[in-house]
């Protein structure tokens, strides 16, 4: 395959202006690389400047959907902030481990300084990882991962946005109340974050009277997503509730206006923009938000502070804030989600 990404100078990045050096309101975990250790507020203060401007290898599962949008601009701001440059790969979608294990050997060949992964796969790439982790640092960034050869990690407990996104049918449908049915799209089985995302759900429903009638495992793709909830109501009908990724609950509002049952409640596990436009229309009923955008910037800065020897924390991430129409208008997009006209980077250059 072709790993010949577009060029675009970092100086030329339409609509982005270099963010001022802040503090960043962040959540430190005790135990680095375990998303189940508590975690402690920290007051973060970045770097003002990479030391060199550094060449960072960035691997994303896919830029399907504006999650990774928002983490792909989070992370050009910041590259640009610190004047580091960055190749950016992306697999195409969870299946791929493969692709993304050649995609890493090109980022070790290339010569890049540290290399930042999203990892399709917990557990499938720990091995070229672990030899990779050698000779340059190695950072995850927002999907969990195994610890092997991980420097720094800048993430969210997965468990958690679960759990809030089971929360929001708990507190509706509490426990002795008429039952409810929910189908559940927790996303492609195997990937690093799937598996924790339903253990979150599943124990936050237990005590509720939410019931899953059905379940549907896809990759995050918009067009499979469709695919899922046009089988799953064929198969089962309308529940009361449809749960799951942002491609599914942004795919969910149109098939259940066109099929006549608005009345479905919809609740997203994570934020997108048309996620975010749905709460606001109150076509959605929540999402838990992980501003991507700020995990993205963390990702760069710690792997500067990771080639640079100036590493303070090593596994943190912003605090999941749960979004509903009581809340919606204290969290645009302006500071949770990339801008609307926003378009993927894939190279940069230091000014």
Known sequence: MRLTPFLLPLCLIAGMTAARAETWELEVHRVPMDDASPTDPLAYTPLDRAAQPWHLCILYPHLKDAYWLSVNYGMAEEAKRLGVGFTLYEAGGYPNLDRQIEQAGACAASGADALVVGTVSYDGLTPVLRRIAADM???????????????????????????????????????????????????????????????????????????????????????????????MLDETGFPDYLVGSGPMAEAAVAILRARGHEGTGIVSDYMTHAVHRGIRRGRILAAPSDFPVMQGRLAVELAVRAIEGRLVVRHAGPRIVTVTAENVADYGVGNTLAPADFTPVFSATPP
Do not use: C, Y
Request: proline letters at 7%.
């Open 137 to 231: 640092p190695v950072i995850a960034t927002v999907n969990d991962i195994a610890p092997e050869g991980i420097s720094a990690k800048s993430s969210v407990p997965w468990r958690e946005m679960g759990a809030a996104a089971g929360r929001v049918l708990a507190e509706r449908h509490p426990k002795g109340s008429a039952p409810v049915d929910v189908a559940w799209f927790p996303g492609p089985k195997g990937a690093g974050w799937v598996r924790f995302v339903e253990e979150g759900f599943r124990a936050a429903i237990e005590g509720s009277s939410a019931r899953v009638v059905a379940v549907k495992h896809g990759d995050t793709g918009r067009e499979d997503q469709v695919q899922l909830i046009e089988e």
